[in-house]
């Protein structure tokens, strides 16, 4: 066995210079040794961490080919992070690293899409998720793509409750909130093991909330009541025009509220505590949790 042979089965990771990314490959760095890990970052200087720790570290963003695919260079897998430009084309930025991947000879590309990123989805991310599942269903390598759970800051989608006492924001839809770490460790433990499920999967905490779910449990943990005011989809928007959020940011958000409570993200999945092992960490504990740090 030659190194070569040992290289083939490397895992390359783009994005790892994010949040999701580097999560995903410190809990990789915990199932196997550092020379078969790979990242392709666009920072190589933002990597060093990874580099001291054995890790191979090349550059390549999504607008250059000729680096992506340097980058993805011996790898069998290679995890796509979506990007998340609003003024870029990602969908066409997404094909460049698909199809670098495949001439690099990887032999499965997992892809971190949205929690039910299907057409007719209002959340505008999804269609770049769909095009992008839609790219890797033509690629002709074996692909599976992550709908992961809303994992951003909880204060992101219910505003400054903790400030005011009260979640006013607008209609809102059951969603199984998720933590991006619970995500990252999936992913790792995925890719891993070696052999992969096919096509698109949904990674999630096991139970959708509502806000009125969530502000329960916010006065359960604080001890005060805090209370779940429904705003007026514009009347939301002026608000954040008013604090100083760019109007395209605000409709782009409002956009999320929209799909939450048209029922997108009612369904919760099996395969993230699956894939864990445990027990997801839950809304209620993400909750806790900040109100900790
Ligand atoms: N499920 C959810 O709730 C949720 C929430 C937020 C975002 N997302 C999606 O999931 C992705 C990962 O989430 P995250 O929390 O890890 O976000 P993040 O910390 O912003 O990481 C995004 C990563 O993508 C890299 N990237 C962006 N554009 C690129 C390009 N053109 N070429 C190469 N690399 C590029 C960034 O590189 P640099 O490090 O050089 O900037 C960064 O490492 C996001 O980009 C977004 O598409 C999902």
Redesign the pocket.
């Given at each position: 066995m030659g190194t070569r042979e040992e290289a083939k089965h490397m895992i390359v990771v783009?994005?790892?210079?994010?949040?999701?990314?580097g999560a995903t490959v410190e809990h990789l760095l915990e199932r196997m040794p550092a020379d078969q890990i790979g990242v392709s970052?666009?920072?190589a200087t933002?990597a060093r961490h990874f580099t001291d720790r054995g890790v191979r570290v090349r550059q390549?963003?999504?607008?250059d080919p000729a680096a992506l695919r340097d980058s993805f260079a011996d790898a069998e897998q290679v995890l796509l992070?979506?990007?998340?430009?609003p003024a870029a084309d990602m969908a066409g930025?997404h094909r460049n690293a698909v199809e670098a991947a495949v001439e690099a000879g990887a032999r499965r590309i997992l892809y971190?899409s949205?929690h039910a990123a299907v057409p007719g989805n209002p959340y505008r991310?999804s269609d770049i998720h769909t095009a992008t599942e839609a790219i890797l269903a033509e690629s002709g390598v074996a692909w599976t793509a992550l709908r992961?759970?809303?994992?951003?800051p909880l204060d992101q989608v219910l505003g400054p409750w903790q400030q005011t006492g009260e979640i006013a924001q607008p209609a809102d839809g059951p969603t199984p909130y998720t933590d991006?770490d619970d995500v990252a460790e999936a992913t790792a433990a995925l890719l891993a093991r070696g052999h992969s499920l096919d096509g698109a999967v949904t990674l999630t905490a096991p139970t959708a909330v509502t806000f009125d779910d969530l502000a329960k449990i916010a006065s359960e943990l604080t001890g005060r009541t805090v209370k779940r005011i429904v705003v007026d989809d514009e009347q939301w928007v002026a608000d954040q025009i008013a604090i100083g959020v760019p109007e395209q940011a605000a409709r782009l958000m409002l956009t999320w509220y929209q799909a939450a409570r048209a029922g997108y993200f009612a369904e919760a999945g099996p395969l993230l505590a699956e894939l864990l092992g445990r027990e997801p960490r839950t809304a209620a504990d993400r909750l806790a949790a900040h109100l900790a740090t």
């Open positions: 783009t994005g790892a210079t994010g949040g999701l990314g970052v666009r920072d933002k390549g963003s999504y607008e992070v979506s990007g998340n430009d930025l971190t949205q991310p992961n759970g809303a994992y951003g991006r």
